[in-house]
């Protein structure tokens, strides 16, 4: 009996920090978002910017973001999986039908699939930010840009030559559905993890989590399809400010 106690206690623990590193996740998500629109804008806009971004607090305030989003994204999927795990092994005991009651239903196709379109995500990240931030299998050797006097790497040519590519477009839309499938399940979930199980707001929330999830999708896709048609792979360097 204690051991089922103690089984429960640590479930709604990992439960609790899953849900909290996910918003957190979708706060660093839309700031993220919202600093790629200026991929929309042109060079300039995005590579000003990424120097900014880079240069802030001395420098400093970017690693340390790092450091932030690798325990983020690290325990957000340890959690995750050690849930799924336990769930699945507690399943004939009727613990998931309990889980899930309260009106309507919303263990739906996303919410079996958390797990997998999770993986997918976490590979998705590593490699993205290999090679976007590390630069890896870069398509070419990039001039530096100059911005206010001050020579920086090409970040808007890099992504540019990559979303020239129709399969990297094609890997970036499916991806970006996944994504949206993942929040859109997520958002809900980690409301109801943190405890917002009150049958008024329920439906709100759930509603919200659909808006958010269809917004991102749709932000993030628009950026690679919108340069794939549009935008030309940028020639040379460019001078931006003083
Ligand atoms: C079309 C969609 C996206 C574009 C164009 C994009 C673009 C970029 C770029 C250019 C960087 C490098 C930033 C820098 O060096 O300053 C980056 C880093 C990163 N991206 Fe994305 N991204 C997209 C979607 C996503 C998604 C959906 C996620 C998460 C689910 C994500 C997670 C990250 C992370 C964690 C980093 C590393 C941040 C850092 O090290 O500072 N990205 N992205």
Redesign the pocket.
């Known amino acids: 009996m204690s051991v089922l106690t103690d089984v429960t206690r640590s479930t709604i623990g990992k439960k609790l920090l899953n849900g909290l590193t996910g918003l957190l ?1 979708c706060g ?2 839309v700031a ?2 919202v ?2 629109l200026l ?1 929309l804008v042109g060079s300039e806009a ?1 590579n000003s910017y ?1 120097y900014t ?2 240069n802030l607090g001395h420098g400093a305030l ?1 690693p340390i ?2 450091v932030g ?1 690798v325990i983020l ?1 690290g325990a957000h999927a340890a959690s995750g999986i050690s849930v799924a795990l336990t769930r699945r092994r507690a399943r004939p005991t009727g613990y998931e039908k309990k889980a899930n009651a309260g009106g309507k239903s919303h263990k739906s196709a996303s919410s079996t699939s958390m797990i997998i379109t999770g993986g997918v ?1 976490l590979v ?2 590593i490699a ?2 290999a090679v ?2 590390g630069g890896f299998l870069a398509p070419r050797e990039y001039a530096e840009v100059m911005i206010n006097g001050r020579a920086t790497h090409d ?1 808007y040519a ?2 540019v030559d990559w ?1 020239n590519q129709a399969p990297t477009v094609g890997l ?1 839309t499916v ?2 559905l996944l ?1 949206g499938t993942h929040l859109r399940h997520g958002f809900w979930s980690a409301f109801q993890s943190l405890g917002a199980t009150n049958p008024k707001y329920m439906p709100i929330i759930h509603n919200v989590g659909i808006a958010f999830a269809v917004i ?1 999708t749709f932000g ?5 399809i919108y ?1 794939f048609l549009f935008v030309d792979p940028v020639a040379g360097s460019t001078m931006i400010g003083g």
Do not use: K, S, T, W
């Open positions: 996740l660093f998500i993220h978002l600093g790629n991929l995005f990424a971004l880079h970017v973001a790092e989003l994204f995500l998705f990240v993205h930010v976007f931030r970040l890099l992504v979303f970036y991806v970006m994504l991102m993030f896709l628009m950026i690679p340069i």
